[in-house]
């Protein structure tokens, strides 16, 4: 697996894909959580603020998007990514619509590539309002851009409010995802994400399936990071000998129905 520089790589071989990874750009509870810590002034866990349910993009985090959305257009990389997949939690798809598909105008390019929202790369799940999402339903209304059909239950059925999901889970959850992502045709996918997931998904490449990484690819991605990685066949290969030797399963029939 190799890092990929600021350029995008254009790669021919039904051997490679590129994936380029990014966290998504700033929301109102990681403003929350920076403003008032852990505990907020009435000494409750400010993650289980009701307020943050499903948290959207702060105003920051609006202009992030628009800044790298200029960004992506300039590099010409919007012209080569083939697929968007997304959490389907708002502060992704917010960002996932406003980088990849955006306003057209002129001298933009003319690439819009379908973006597919999966339940597979959300975030760490459980506990937090903000990382339970919105039906699918009202959802469908506010991001007519996004295919919702890989996603099987409107409501959210995999958020629970007694446990938070553990990162072993997390791990083997980026796995899966991956090999998902490896049997698809395409070859250049971008993926808007969360810093958990993602951070977890890469460490469990390096420390479990043992891929070497650069040090740089296995920290916390910043809000609105963009990461490229080149995958290869060896490597998926590495990932399926580890999932039928761990015997790597889904924890939920919506999970289970993507692989």
């Given amino acids: ?8 790589l254009r790669l021919s071989s039904p051997t490679f894909k590129t994936l380029y990874l990014v966290r998504h ?7 929350a ?11 409750d866990d400010t993650h289980f603020s009701p307020r943050l349910f499903d948290a959207p993009l702060s105003p920051k985090g609006i202009k992030q998007v628009s800044e790298h959305r200029t960004q992506i257009l300039e590099s010409g990389l919007l012209n080569t990514i083939e697929l968007v997949i997304t959490s389907p939690l708002r502060r992704a798809m ?12 002129i001298n933009q390019s003319d690439n819009f590539p379908p973006i597919v929202a999966l339940e597979l790369c959300r975030e760490r799940m459980g506990l937090y309002p903000c990382d339970r999402r919105e039906s699918i339903s009202a959802r469908r209304i506010c991001f007519p851009e996004i295919d919702f059909t890989m ?19 997390v791990s083997a959850r980026g796995l899966r ?9 395409e070859k250049e996918i971008a993926v808007v994400s969360h810093g958990i997931f993602l951070q977890q998904t890469l460490c469990a490449l390096h420390e479990k399936v043992s891929i070497p990484l650069q040090d740089s690819l296995l920290t916390r991605f910043a ?3 963009l990461r490229s990685v080149r995958i290869d066949k060896s490597d998926m290969e590495a990932v399926t000998t580890y999932n039928c ?10 999970l289970h129905m993507l692989e």
Wanted: hydrophobic residues 30%; glycine residues 8%.
């Fill in 94 to 105: 917010e960002t996932a619509v406003g980088i990849f598909r955006g306003q057209k105008a």
């Fill in 151 to 169: 996603v099987e239950s409107d409501e959210d059925a995999l958020w629970r409010e007694e446990e938070r999901e553990n990162l072993e889970e």
């Fill in 245 to 254: 030797r761990k015997n790597v399963t889904p924890t939920s029939s919506s």
């Fill in 25 to 31: 750009a700033q929301g109102i509870h990681n403003v």
């Fill in 33 to 43: 959580l920076e403003e008032k810590g852990e505990i907020d002034e009435t000494g």
């Fill in 223 to 225: 809000n609105c990071e």
């Fill in 177 to 185: 995802f991956l090999k998902w992502l490896w049997e698809r045709p």
């Fill in 1 to 8: 697996m190799d890092l990929v520089g600021g350029q995008p």
